[in-house]
């Protein structure tokens, strides 16, 4: 699934003679390299951030997002400069004190934004530029209606598991304090051995009771639901069935071993408590879908560029 940002416009600059090599020019419009690196780190940190890869495994299929995201946002900037009315200067200096006022007060908004009060034309151009792509995006939503009880309630029937309270895991462990560096394969053996006790059918919380550096009390984590407890041992403990006994893992305290005892499935919301939320996700699902589908449109007569940059080696041969 791509990750697509509809945030900001950017300013506009015409393409000259001597920039007939940047990478990507979407209608004249030239897109420095900053502006797609910019974009692809901030893809990267989010997929990262997820869990859902390491290192450079995926950087071209990023990229590719970024430049979507960008030439995406190059047409809409261009089609609401051309059928938009610019705002007037009162509109555009109570957004700037506005933003001012968000970012804590006139002094913290140049301080925080590396701003001057010279470059006072620059923003309130872009502030200007931004205002006529809102206004764009809510003449494309004009059209979009509320959803009806029939459509809010058959999204909830048919995302349920978006609704329910957090599942819920109970786990008990044996926890061993690894003070010395040089014990820590001593200890890492010993809970090993243990484990092919406890997966024999010797009792947990027993073994637990004689070879735990926890006391009796802290042996029974009781239920908890994720973001309670140790990332390493929600992990670990969420992963396993009922019954089952982890591997021997550590965390920066020691070593465990983690049974699971029970579980529960996170209870279902009841539709009244929902019906907003699922209200607002309808409304913003069909933005997105009038939204691209404009964006589409203008991408059928748009004149859009790309060249790959040369690399070290490319400039070498």
């Known amino acids: ?179 010395e560096v040089e014990k820590r394969e001593e200890v890492f053996n010993e809970l090993c051995d243990i484990r092919k006790q406890l997966v024999d059918g010797l009792d947990f919380f027993e073994i637990a009771k004689k070879c735990s550096d926890k006391p009796q009390d802290e042996i029974d984590l009781g239920f908890y639901k994720r973001g309670e407890l140790m990332d390493e041992f929600e992990i670990i403990t969420f992963s396993l069935n009922v019954g089952e006994v982890s591997p021997v893992f550590n965390t920066p305290h020691g070593f465990h071993l983690a049974k699971v005892t029970d579980r529960k499935l996170g209870e279902l919301k009841l539709f009244e408590d929902v019906k907003n939320i699922i209200n607002d996700e309808l409304i913003h699902l069909s933005q997105d879908k009038k939204l691209n589908e404009f964006v589409e449109q203008l991408k059928k007569t748009a004149d859009i560029k790309y060249t790959e940059p040369k690399t070290d080696l490319d400039e070498n041969e």
């Not at 990478?23 to 901030?42: C, G, K, M, T, W």
């Not at 859902?52 to 430049?67: I, K, L, Q, V």
């Open 1 to 179: 699934m791509s990750y697509i940002k509809y945030t900001n416009a950017f300013a506009l600059t015409k393409l000259s003679s001597e920039d007939l090599l940047m990478p990507l020019v979407v209608n004249d419009q030239r897109i420095d390299d900053a502006i797609i690196d910019q974009e692809f780190s901030a893809i990267k940190a989010h997929y990262e951030s997820m869990g859902s890869m390491s290192c450079c495994e995926r950087d071209e299929e990023f990229r590719g997002y970024a430049r979507d995201n960008i030439v995406f946002r190059a047409l809409l900037t261009q089609e609401a400069q051309k059928t938009i009315d610019h705002p007037g200067k009162e509109q555009i200096d109570e957004e700037f004190l506005r933003l001012k006022k968000e970012n804590g007060g006139e002094d913290e908004f140049y301080a925080n934004m590396n701003l001057t009060h010279d470059q006072d034309e620059m923003i309130k151009d872009d502030l200007a530029l931004n205002i006529q792509v809102e206004n764009l995006r809510s003449k494309i939503f004009e059209e979009i209606s509320e959803p009806n009880d029939k459509e809010l309630n058959e999204y909830y029937l048919n995302n349920k598991d978006q609704f329910r309270e957090p599942d819920e895991v109970r786990a008990s462990h044996i926890f061993k304090s690894v003070r």
